[in-house]
């Protein structure tokens, strides 16, 4: 392993990946990228939905996915990695007038920013998702250039890009410590030796805290459990005879009951589909609590009945990695300097990180990344100046 580097990274998931990516498209190929596991995108970012949207509530949220959305549609000829994106939507339905409200608003905010939002009725909701219960839906919103893509060919295609550019790619060695001198950043322990280094990039995904206190800096990221469940074909066969309909809605369209945070979207022949557990607390616990199914179940059949006859055929929990206003953390650490983070997604990062990591690579590279990172600097908190992301699922 390298004994300096211009960059360190730490973590290996989509954030970190990107930062390497577009680090060397900048020139800056003398980085390190350090994974703990054995492979990459074993974290959050292993374990997510795949979902990519531009419907959000919050400006600079929508300025991130519009660039991210544009730089996916690309992925491949660009970066030169399939990412198996499918441009099917997203459904939002609504069924109280508070979230009407909301949602009316922030139309209108996506809308101002160029985005292609559509307002529905429920039976327009119905007709884009076969299958769908409607009833009790007040109003949804669908956006078609929203989708669903590969998260690990995400990550591989930015790990693998980078590597070709000269950067190395270090896994199976932990990071234990952060390296400060004269009050500014100089290197990192590690399991398999020291690197010297004045610039470290925290993109340690849920996991972020930790790291931040090896330089002494609160990352306010706190880990929140999250199960995905893979239902199979529907088993019984009252279900399939009167249906001449398909039993999932035929395209990937990704659907989600804004009220309960149910969703769900085709995942081959079967359907993927979770919830929020407003009970759960912080942890680091990635055990599926298998008696979470049963709550999830008697929401979901309301909304897609035909859950009702299906088999579960897996499941696993991921991390979300949370901030207090839901919003990310973008930039560097002004207290601590040649810190960056590049945190806090709160369920929601696997879709930014093209433009998240274009963006604090064109920080660490001394350009100026043309985005107003306000409302994502650290500092926030303690100025109280914080608006948050309302469209947290
Ligand atoms: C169930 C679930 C569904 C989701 N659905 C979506 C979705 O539909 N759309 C979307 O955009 N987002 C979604 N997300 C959120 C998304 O997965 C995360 O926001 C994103 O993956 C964060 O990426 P990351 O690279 O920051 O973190 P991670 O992928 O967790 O990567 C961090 C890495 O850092 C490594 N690491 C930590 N500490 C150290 C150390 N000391 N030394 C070395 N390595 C270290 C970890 O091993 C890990 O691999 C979902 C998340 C979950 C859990």
Same mark, same amino acid.
């Given at each position: ?16 990946? *990107?930062?390497?990516?577009?680090? *060397? ?17 074993? @974290? ?22 519009? /660039? ?20 099917? @939507? ?17 139309? +209108?905010?996506?809308?101002?920013? $160029? ?6 009725? #429920? ?35 930015? +790990? ?25 950043? +100089?290197?990192? /322990? ?89 009970? /759960? ?28 006859? +299906? ?19 973008? @930039? ?20 930014? *990180?093209? #433009? ?31 608006? $948050? ?5």
């Amino acid at each position: 392993m390298k004994k300096t580097a211009d960059v360190v990274i730490i973590g290996g998931g989509c954030m970190g990946a *990107s930062v390497a990516y577009h680090l *060397s498209r900048r020139g800056v190929t003398d980085v390190v990228l350090i994974e703990r596991e054995k492979m990459l995108a074993t @974290g959050s970012t292993g374990r997510n939905a795949g979902g990519v949207r531009h419907q959000f509530s919050n400006a600079a949220n929508i300025r991130l996915s519009i /660039e991210s959305i544009g730089f996916l549609e690309r992925f491949a000829d660009q970066v030169g990695h399939p990412i198996d994106f499918h441009q099917d @939507g997203y459904l939002f339905l609504l069924s109280s007038s508070s979230s009407v409200e909301t949602f009316r608003r922030n139309v +209108a905010l996506q809308r101002s920013l $160029g985005v292609d939002v559509e307002w529905l009725d #429920a039976d327009g909701a119905a007709r884009l998702a076969p299958g769908l219960n409607t009833e009790g839906v007040a109003a949804a919103t669908f956006c078609q250039r929203d989708g669903v893509a590969d998260p690990n060919g995400v990550t591989m295609g930015f +790990a693998k890009a980078a590597q070709t550019a000269g950067a190395s790619v270090e896994r199976d060695t932990e990071v234990t410590g952060i390296r400060i001198e004269s009050n500014r950043i +100089a290197g990192v /322990e590690t399991t398999r030796g020291t690197i010297e280094t004045r610039t470290v990039v925290n993109a340690a995904g849920p996991w972020a805290r930790q790291v931040g206190r090896m330089a002494h800096v609160d990352v306010p990221v706190d880990p929140f459990r999250r199960h995905i469940f893979i239902a199979g074909e529907p088993t019984s066969a009252e279900s399939r005879i009167p249906n001449p309909i398909p039993i999932w809605p035929p395209t990937r369209i990704l659907v989600i009951d804004f009220e309960t945070t149910f969703y769900f979207h085709r995942e081959g022949a079967g359907l993927l589909f979770g919830m929020g557990d407003p009970g /759960e607390t912080p942890t680091f616990d990635v055990t599926v609590q298998w008696d979470f199914l049963p709550q999830v179940i008697e929401v979901a059949v309301e909304r897609l009945p035909a859950l009702a006859d +299906a088999s579960i055929s897996h499941a696993w929990a991921g991390l979300y990695e949370v901030t207090p206003d839901a919003n990310p953390l973008i @930039g560097p650490v002004q207290e601590v300097p040649g810190f960056f983070l590049i945190n806090g997604f709160s369920g929601h990062g696997f879709q930014h *990180s093209p #433009a998240a990591g274009r963006i604090l690579a064109d920080v660490i590279a001394g350009r100026d990344p043309q985005f107003d990172l306000t409302p994502f600097a650290l500092e926030r908190f303690a100025a109280g100046s914080v608006s $948050g992301e309302r469209y947290m699922v």
